[in-house]
Each structure stands twice: as structure tokens, then as C-alpha cells.
């Protein structure tokens, strides 16, 4: 199943991506379970679903895409998770995965815009496969670790690269106003199914940027879980941001920035696919 969260008419609202529509589930659950991170921390996507016949149906041309979970307790990036983007960033070796977060305010949905800030011209691309927490857990084991998820998106991490190397904290290049894009839904386990072939690729006004398959992560989804719910409990809802594979913008001679009017696009076999165009902040 694929899950979104949108606006129709206006109004948010969330539901099930049925071919070329949506089933407004929130329209009709909005008492029980007012957006999709609810209905994911009850353990309630079936049930949901099941109401699908009292909804209204939209087609997805009426609707205004959001982040598939607007309102995430925290999002959690993997840094330097491909092999060839950390040879290509010169950074070294290390035993664990790095981590930094995203404020759930960076954030923008499925064909919006994103934003290039005015303090700078040096906003990167990011392609990545994202994971959404259904089942919270501290000490999460790596076993267990696929029991925890709710499902799968794609994610387009816009980085400004300047702020980014301020220091060497990630945190202010990683949270701009609407650089990070995630959608356009959330796809059920059952219906990624294997992970390790399906294929990601980042095309930037059609010329494919970047270019792997979700097996060539250095740290695996188990890991990732089992090292996030050690410092921190991971909650319904939680967005783990699982790595970029080389081919980055700031990487190539010369750089390759997004400018305004380009459209970059993230897609992952059997996930979905993501676009964007780029603009500038007024």
C-alpha cells in the first residue's frame, strides 16, 4: 500500500494512493487518527484502509503534495553512507554511522518547490531512500529492526553546501526552509519487499547525477535502527534518512549547483519517484 500525506481544498489531510488517485481517509478518520503519523503509531494502516470505501477519491492532479509525514518527532541523516560518496568527500573511515538531524520545518512535499536561500548560491542534491518508524523502541536489536518500520520514500536532501562547512557540525547546510524533499508516499514493506536491488537514481534536468542500488549502503537499515535507538527511542512516525551515494554536486569540477528553474528528480525502483524545481526565496 501507498500512503500520502496532502492538501485538498485547502485542507490537510492524508490517505491511500490508489493508481491515479487518492482515498481521503483523513476526511473520515479525522476523529481517530488526524494525520498519517497517528494512524502509524496505532498500528492502524489496515484498519485504515478498510474505510476506503467510505471516502471520498481524488485524482492526484487535485491535490497539493506534503512531506509524506509533516510532523515527525525528529529526522535522523546518515552521513557518508555509500562507499564511492566517501571517497569522493576524502572523508576516512569510521566504525559507526555518522549521524545529524533535520528540522521537520526543512522539509517540502512531491512537486513543490525548493528553496534556494538567498545567502547562497550553493545548494546541492541529494538523493536517498527514507525510512519512516512505525513501532517505537530504545536498544532496538538488528533482528528486530525490520519490525520497527513502517514503510519507505524517497527523500532529496538539498544541502547548502557554505553553510554546511562552516564547521564541522552538518546542521545549519541541512536545515534551509523547504530543501528537503520527501514524497511523494510512503510504500508499505510488503510492497517494497527486497530492498538491496532496487535502484536509486538522481537526475537533474533529466542527466543522471548519481546512480546505485540500495545494497552498496556501507551501514545497512538494521545497523542504522540498532544505532539510532542507542542514544535516542526511536518513535512512530521518526524519519531515518539512510545515506547519498557519490555523485554530489559539490564534488564536481566545477561544482554542479541548482539554480532556479531546474527540476531534480529522486527515484528508487518499486518506491516511487520525486520531483522538484528549484527556486529562489523571496
Not at 530504545?138 to 532529496?156: E, F, Q
Not at 562547512?165 to 541541512?174: A, S
Given at each position: 500500500m501507498?500512503?500520502?500525506s496532502?492538501?485538498i481544498?485547502?485542507?490537510s489531510?492524508w490517505?491511500l494512493?490508489d493508481?491515479n488517485?487518492?482515498?481521503d ?6 476523529d481517530?487518527f ?7 503509531a496505532?498500528?492502524?494502516?489496515a ?20 512531506p509524506?509525514i509533516p510532523?515527525p518527532d ?10 564511492n560518496h566517501?571517497?569522493?568527500t576524502g572523508?576516512?573511515?569510521v566504525?559507526n554511522?555518522?549521524?545529524f538531524?533535520?528540522f521537520?520545518?526543512s522539509q ?6 525548493i528553496?534556494?536561500?538567498k ?5 546541492d542534491?541529494?538523493g536517498?531512500?527514507?525510512l519512516?518508524?512505525g513501532?517505537?523502541?530504545?536498544y532496538?536489536?538488528k533482528k528486530?529492526?525490520?519490525?520497527h518500520?513502517?514503510?519507505y520514500a524517497c527523500?532529496n536532501e538539498?544541502?547548502?553546501?557554505n553553510y554546511q562547512?562552516?564547521?564541522h ?8 526552509p ?5 514524497g511523494?508516499w510512503?510504500?508499505?514493506?510488503d ?6 536491488p ?7 534536468n533529466?542527466?543522471?547525477v548519481q546512480?546505485?542500488?540500495i545494497?552498496?549502503?556501507?551501514f545497512d ?5 540498532e ?5 535516542t527511542r526511536l518513535?512512530p512516525g521518526?524519519?531515518i534518512v ?5 555523485g554530489?554536486?559539490s564534488r ?8 532556479p528553474?531546474?527540476?531534480v528528480e529522486?527515484?528508487i525502483?518499486?518506491?516511487g519517484l520525486?520531483?522538484?524545481?528549484i527556486?529562489d526565496e523571496?
Amino acid at each position: 500500500m501507498k500512503f500520502a500525506s496532502f492538501k485538498i481544498n485547502g485542507a490537510s489531510s492524508w490517505g491511500l494512493v490508489d493508481g491515479n488517485d487518492v482515498i481521503d481517509l483523513g476526511a473520515v478518520l479525522r476523529d481517530r487518527f488526524p494525520d498519517l503519523k497517528s494512524a502509524i503509531a496505532a498500528a492502524a494502516l489496515a484498519e485504515a484502509a478498510e474505510s476506503a470505501g467510505k471516502a471520498a477519491r481524488h485524482p492526484l492532479s487535485a491535490i497539493a503534495w506534503l512531506p509524506v509525514i509533516p510532523n515527525p518527532d525528529k529526522i535522523l541523516c546518515i552521513g557518508l553512507n555509500y562507499e564511492n560518496h566517501r571517497k569522493e568527500t576524502g572523508r576516512t573511515e569510521v566504525e559507526n554511522p555518522t549521524v545529524f538531524g533535520r528540522f521537520a520545518n526543512s522539509q517540502t512535499g512531491h512537486l513543490t518547490d525548493i528553496i534556494r536561500p538567498k545567502v547562497s548560491t550553493d545548494l546541492d542534491y541529494e538523493g536517498e531512500l527514507a525510512l519512516i518508524i512505525g513501532k517505537p523502541g530504545r536498544y532496538i536489536s538488528k533482528k528486530d529492526s525490520w519490525s520497527h518500520i513502517a514503510g519507505y520514500a524517497c527523500y532529496n536532501e538539498g544541502s547548502v553546501r557554505n553553510y554546511q562547512r562552516h564547521t564541522h557540525q552538518f546542521t545549519p547546510g541541512k536545515n534551509f526552509p523547504n530543501t528537503g524533499a520527501f514524497g511523494p508516499w510512503m510504500v508499505t514493506p510488503d510492497e517494497a519487499g527486497d530492498l538491496g536491488p532496487l535502484r536509486l537514481q538522481t537526475r537533474l534536468n533529466g542527466e543522471v547525477v548519481q546512480d546505485t542500488t540500495i545494497a552498496e549502503m556501507i551501514f545497512d537499515i538494521p545497523r542504522q535502527i540498532e544505532y539510532c535507538s542507542e542514544f535516542t527511542r526511536l518513535e512512530p512516525g521518526d524519519v531515518i534518512v539512510t545515506g547519498t551515494p557519490g555523485g554530489v554536486g559539490s564534488r564536481r569540477t566545477p561544482p554542479l549547483w541548482m539554480k532556479p528553474g531546474d527540476v531534480v528528480e529522486v527515484q528508487i525502483d518499486r518506491i516511487g519517484l520525486l520531483r522538484n524545481t528549484i527556486a529562489d526565496e523571496k
